[in-house]
């Protein structure tokens, strides 16, 4: 059984940072391509963060360039998002997905998904 279990979410005031983890089990995780998403009360699922299956391409959304930062632990199955100058509007429900092909942006292509991680950003 596939698992993926995010981790790391919580209370954070405006320009302050979190590091979500993602833990990957019942699969090869070296041989995904892992993606971060989010999803805002009331917003469609929106694509944050990707990386390939060795950390050579990474792609990000053009709102979290220069904040965030996708990272993997292959020896360990763990995806990780680090998020620093939190904004209000990062705030969302946070999952990663696990995707046995290229890395794409694109949320349909991916084959697996966490349950979330809350983050809230105060004002």
């Known amino acids: 059984q596939v698992q993926l279990v995010e981790s790391g979410g919580g209370l954070v005031q405006a320009g302050g940072s979190l590091r979500l983890s993602c833990v990957a089990s019942?699969?090869?995780?070296?041989?995904?391509?892992m993606g971060w998403f989010r999803q805002a009360p009331g917003k469609e699922r929106e694509f944050v963060a990707a990386?390939?299956?060795?950390?050579?391409?990474?792609y990000y959304q053009d709102s979290v360039k220069g904040r965030f930062t996708i990272s993997r632990d292959n020896a360990k199955n763990t995806v990780y998002l680090q998020m620093n100058s939190l904004k209000p509007e990062d705030a969302a429900v946070y999952y990663c997905a696990a995707d046995l092909g290229v890395v794409t942006p694109a949320s349909a292509r991916y084959d697996y998904w966490g349950q979330g991680t809350q983050v809230t950003v105060s004002s």
């Open positions: 990386i390939n299956w060795s950390g050579s391409t990474i």
């Open positions: 019942g699969l090869t995780f070296s041989s995904y391509a």
